[in-house]
């Protein structure tokens, strides 16, 4: 089945600093990512549609300068949590689908990032 | 808004019994619907999916469709300890060419015990 890789696993980083989490399709390829934040006892919330060579679409509220998705090929999409604070300490997950012919699967989803920011 | 309801739970059933998750939706418009086992610090990993109004049935699990009602629910049979988890429902839209596939609402999550 198809596999999602998330790296890495987890991170803790000091308030300012800026963090890259990398989302990787291994054995398809995928022109769209989505990218989902959960906090504690809480849902998933999608943040952004990773579209692969233009810009992502951002939810309402995110803020799409702090938030920076790069979709630079249709294997990788990063999420880059820049001047990262406490705030921003969350579950991370990335998420893709893959197709054969015109059917899309269901979301596969990456192993996730937990994001401490101290 | 486009809502996704389910019951926090806990739901606690004893081993080898029948668990019941329930979960509604607001948005009529919506024609995929997704269930998801989450552990706890894990990511979810997809248990079913099911298009049209009915039951649908994959091992332990089956998965009923009532979109009149805008209800969906996952049965699991003959319930184990390793079943204990959130269960996530989540609804989406599916226009033709698929572009809106991957924006699933998510509920909040039902959590399951299940007890020896």
């Known amino acids: 089945g198809a596999v999602v890789s998330q790296h890495p696993s987890w991170v803790i980083c000091k308030s300012g600093t800026s963090v890259k989490i990398e989302c990787r399709s291994l054995d398809f390829q995928a022109t769209t990512m989505f990218w989902y934040r959960q906090f504690p006892k809480q849902s998933l919330m999608l943040m952004a549609t990773?579209?692969?060579?233009?810009?992502?679409?951002?939810e309402q509220g995110v803020e799409k300068d702090k938030f920076l998705i790069n979709h630079a090929s249709l294997t990788l999409s990063t999420l880059t949590v820049t001047s990262a604070h406490p705030e921003d300490s969350s579950f991370y997950i990335c998420?893709?689908?893959?197709?054969?012919?015109?059917?899309?699967?269901?979301?596969?989803f990456g192993n996730g990032t937990r994001l401490t920011v101290t | 808004q486009k809502e996704v309801e389910q019951n926090s739970g806990p739901l606690s059933v004893p081993e080898g019994a029948i668990a019941s998750l329930n979960c509604t939706y607001s948005?009529?418009?919506?024609?995929?619907f997704f269930w998801y086992r989450q552990y706890s610090g894990k990511s979810p990993e997809l248990i079913m999916f099911?298009?049209?109004?009915g039951d649908k049935e994959d091992g332990r699990f089956t998965a009923q469709l009532n979109k009149a009602s805008q209800y969906v629910s996952l049965l699991i049979r003959d319930s184990q300890p390793s079943d204990s988890a959130t269960y996530l429902c989540?609804?989406?839209?599916?226009?033709?060419?698929?572009?809106?596939?991957?924006?699933?609402?998510f509920g909040q999550g039902t959590i399951l015990t299940v007890h020896p």
């Open positions: 990773s579209n692969e060579g233009s810009k992502a679409t951002y």
């Open positions: 998420s893709a689908r893959d197709r054969v012919g015109q059917i899309y699967s269901p979301l596969h």
């Open positions: 099911i298009y049209s109004n």
């Open positions: 948005d009529r418009g919506s024609q995929s």
């Open positions: 989540a609804v989406t839209e599916w226009d033709a060419g698929g572009t809106s596939y991957g924006k699933l609402t």
